[in-house]
């Protein structure tokens, strides 16, 4: 059994040593539009992954996204300008849609950034009401 303190350090039990877990999270309050067919950083959803030797970095995000044409909506996690995860649905002509996606990678400091694209029409990220647009996760080491 292992104890943890409020720094995040949690250490497990027996012979000294420990891990470390950094958390982040960061929420969208401004929405953002794209009409782009190929992926577009979502202004203000970076995020620098903590730098933890041999650690991981378990992540998640979910998106609220709307279009105004009917098609696919995409949105896609980058890991240092290369994307590594993403969560496709189909769309409906101004239909409020939540994307969720999550990837596993180095805790080696790069930078995440959630993405999007619009296969046809203009692509909405939601930031109202219930409609947040949170990119969150853990660094473990």
């Known amino acids: ?3 943890c303190n409020i ?3 949690f250490s497990s039990g027996g012979g000294g040593g420990g891990a470390t877990v950094t958390a982040f999270n960061v929420t969208n309050a401004a929405g953002f539009t794209t009409t782009s067919s190929s992926y577009v950083e979502v202004t203000n959803m970076t995020v620098d992954k903590p730098t933890i030797t041999d650690g991981e ?6 998106a609220s996204v709307q279009n105004d044409n ?17 969560g496709k649905m189909e769309g409906h002509v101004n239909a409020d849609q939540t994307i969720a996606c999550g990837d596993q990678s180095d805790a080696d400091g790069q930078t995440y950034s959630l993405n999007t694209k619009a296969s046809a029409g203009t692509e ?16 473990i080491g």
């Open 70 to 86: 009917d098609g696919k909506l995409y949105s896609a996690y980058e890991d240092d300008s290369s994307v590594v995860s993403y």
């Open 124 to 139: 909405t990220i939601q930031y109202t009401g219930d409609r947040q647009t949170r990119m969150t996760g853990l660094g």
């Open 1 to 3: 059994m292992g104890s």
């Open 57 to 62: 970095c378990l992540a998640v995000f979910w």
């Open 7 to 9: 720094l995040g350090a």
